[in-house]
């Protein structure tokens, strides 16, 4: 299957900082991505899809001041956590949806997920 | 809205076993279905997709059925390991296009397998 990095898989931060994860399709163009966010023992819970080009849309709940996301081309999106505090603590998971060459299935993949932990 | 529930929650199997997993669906109308598994502290692993004219997809020890018009779909491990332990998760695509496309979650199976 197709693979999704996202980078880094682990970070530490001081409340009040800001904190900027990527997310890569690595051999596939990812004509639109996904950004959830995972608590522990729970399913993840999207928070925005994106298009490459063109603004997020944001889930309701979701404050788009303080989660900035980024398309800037077919094989790369960010998220940046602005101003974190601890109840921004969690699982940070992207996920990217394009054609496969010779598939075509719109299939979606997941990154190994970013591990947001706000002192 | 869809909503889309698993069953059982948790399952524990000794090893060798056969087991179903179920996922149903509220609403028909969708495009395709992924099948997932998630380790702990792992992103999810792309399993199966069933477009939605499919009945069934097959990788390896794992097939996957779907009945649209019943709402479901079931997930068979053959000849379980203790490798296969982990949360499945199986999703749904509604029909539509863009960014209104977003996939619905069931609730999950975690699985067990046992020497």
């Known amino acids: 299957g197709a693979v999704v990095s996202q980078h880094p898989s682990r970070v530490i931060c001081k409340s009040g900082t800001s904190v900027k994860i990527e997310c890569r399709s690595l051999d596939f163009q990812a004509t639109t991505m996904f950004w959830y966010r995972q608590f522990p023992k729970q399913s993840l819970m999207l928070m925005a899809t994106s298009n490459e080009g063109s603004k997020a849309t944001y889930e309701q709940g979701v404050e788009k001041d303080k989660f900035l996301i980024n398309h800037a081309s077919l094989t790369l999106s960010t998220l940046t956590v602005t101003s974190a505090h601890p109840e921004d603590s969690s699982f940070y998971i992207c996920s990217a949806r394009g054609d496969l060459a010779g598939g075509g299935r719109n299939e979606q993949f997941f990154g190994p997920g970013t591990r947001l932990t706000v002192l | 809205k869809q909503e889309v529930t698993q069953i059982p929650a948790a399952l524990s199997v000794p090893e060798g076993e056969n087991l179903v997993l179920n996922c149903s669906f509220t609403?028909?109308?969708?495009?395709?279905l992924q099948w997932f598994r998630q380790d702990p502290g792992k992103g999810l692993t792309s399993l199966l997709l069933i477009q939605s004219s499919q009945r069934e997809q097959t990788s390896g020890r794992l097939n996957a059925s779907l009945d649209k018009s019943s709402g479901r779909s079931t997930l068979y491990i053959a000849a379980s390991q203790p490798g296969d332990s982990a949360t499945y998760l199986c999703a749904v695509r509604p029909v539509g296009t863009g960014t209104a496309s977003k996939l619905t979650f069931g609730t999950g199976t975690r699985l067990q397998v046992t020497l």
């Open positions: 609403d028909s109308a969708i495009y395709n």
